[in-house]
């Protein structure tokens, strides 16, 4: 009666359904062995024989228990073995939260560069306004040295930038 383990649910129920059966079977051998040395002349034969039956099927029982004791025991620890997708579903899992945190990531610094594209913007149409007036803008004084600026979300943390921007000066025709 060994049979090789099955992968499927279904097939290992029906496998200890028909262990189940065996062991019906096992239980009547006894009892009619039993039944046969309670009689007043039991034959030894009958009694053999039943014996002999009894022993067979609790055999059968044992190898298929211990089968079935065995898969459970691997399932349970951990271990590699056939027909499971506990490691696959595991290692799924971690590439969808790993891919998950990437686009996190993305989607912060894409608003961390608009952020740092709109305040340079911002600086140069304020340095070009501060150029284009007339009787400003003459020397170094109109025109801020560097500008500070801190990139991140709100909450802060994030990191301070220098920016310094280009200024031109005339100097004297050397001769």
């Not at 090789?4 to 006894?30: F, H, S, W, Y």
């Not at 993305?106 to 560069?113: H, P």
């Not at 340095?127 to 025109?143: D, K």
Request: glycine share 10%; hydrophobic share 35%.
């Amino acid at each position: 009666m060994e049979r090789p383990l099955t992968t499927g649910p279904m097939d290992r129920l029906n496998a200890l359904e028909a262990i189940e059966k065996e062991i019906v079977t096992c239980l009547q051998n006894a009892g009619q062995a039993l039944n046969e040395m309670g009689k007043d002349k039991p034959s030894q034969k009958q009694v053999d024989i039943h014996s002999s039956n009894f022993l067979k099927a609790l055999n059968r029982v044992e190898v298929e228990l211990s089968g079935h004791i065995n898969y459970l025991t691997q399932v349970s620890t951990g271990q590699a073995h056939e027909g499971s997708s506990y490691a696959a579903q595991k290692t799924l899992q971690m590439a969808w939260h790993r891919l998950e945190h990437a686009r996190a990531k993305v989607v912060e610094l894409e608003r961390n560069k608009n952020q740092v594209f709109a305040a340079a913007a911002a600086r140069q149409q304020g340095l070009a306004a501060a150029l284009a007036r007339p009787g400003q803008g003459q020397g170094p004084s109109s025109v801020p040295s560097s500008t500070s600026t801190t990139t991140g979300g709100p909450g802060g943390g994030g990191m301070q930038m220098q920016m310094q921007p280009t200024t031109t000066h005339s100097h004297p025709p050397t001769s």
